[in-house]
């Protein structure tokens, strides 16, 4: 991936690998961006991400990532930022880095994308949960908060699709993701997971850029090997309904560049 913005490190509690061994994969695959948005912390569920004293040591992480690196590749500093209602916390937020995303992975108390509460998924309405999924997506993208929409279509994780039109049931949050100016992210993750296809689907996608939204690409590694996988599948995608061009972003600006 020439652009590769969603990555890990340890802090997060469920990522292996030193942040130089990350960057030294980026470098061995080609990227010429490569950007860390480690799990923010979050006074809901902290086993999954760095707690708050630990953002300075995670900014000294990657700003000295970026000094050791700069004549190969350029490494930027973001989030990923947990959007759930009652716990968004200021002092993240206004963090001074290049980039914030935001990522819907809990609906009320229930994180649908965790395997541990993939049992939940029986007996729900799996159409009213889509819609209540990209109704925070929606809630999301009004708040004006984020730069980047993770993993647009996370709820798919599982296999658990829903029966009607899911063009129609992202509809509100997509023209909201237009409105705030966001950028979504094709995330390769999926193709780590039982759905084993990029987060947003290609139908999606093809919403996305009828839209003129911009995109930009993430590994979503949570351990070195995982940095680069799958770039051509993605970048086939994106090529595949008509982008040529991504998003990166220094200080909360976006620049697009041909990929
Ligand atoms: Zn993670
Ligand atoms: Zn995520």
Not at 45 to 70: G, H, I, S
Not at 82 to 110: A, N, T
Not at 124 to 147: C, H, N, Q, W
Request: glycine residues 6%; aromatic residues 12%; hydrophobic residues 40%.
């Amino acid at each position: 991936m020439k652009v590769d913005l969603h990555n890990h490190t340890v802090l997060c509690n469920h990522a292996s690998g030193t942040v130089n061994e990350y960057v030294e994969a980026a470098i061995a695959c080609g990227t010429e961006f490569f950007g860390f948005s480690d799990h923010a912390p979050m006074h809901y569920d902290p086993k999954y991400r760095m707690t708050f004293e630990q953002m300075e040591l995670y900014e000294f992480w990657v700003r000295e990532a970026q000094q050791r690196y700069e004549d190969q590749i350029t490494v930027l500093l973001g989030y990923e930022i947990d959007f759930l209602p009652g716990y968004m916390e200021e002092s993240v937020l206004k963090r001074p880095c290049d980039y914030l995303i935001g990522s819907v992975h809990f609906i009320d108390d229930w994180g649908f994308d965790n395997p541990e509460f993939i049992g939940r998924y029986e007996g729900v309405d799996i159409d009213d949960v889509y819609r209540r999924y990209f109704g925070l997506v929606e809630t999301m993208a009004k708040s004006g908060k984020f730069d980047i929409v993770g993993h647009l279509d996370l709820l798919k994780v599982f296999k658990y699709l829903p029966t009607q039109d899911i063009r129609m049931l992202a509809k509100e949050a997509l023209n909201a993701i237009k409105n705030a100016n966001m950028t979504v992210e094709v995330n390769v993750s999926g193709y780590r997971k039982p759905i084993i296809e990029a987060y947003p689907s290609p139908l999606l996608l093809q919403e996305i850029i009828e839209r003129e939204i911009p995109i930009t690409f993430g590994s979503d590694a949570h351990n070195p090997e995982q940095v680069g996988l799958f770039t051509q599948e993605v970048e086939t995608l994106a090529r595949s309904v008509g982008y040529d061009k991504c998003a990166v972003y220094r200080g909360r600006d976006r620049d697009m560049i041909k990929f």
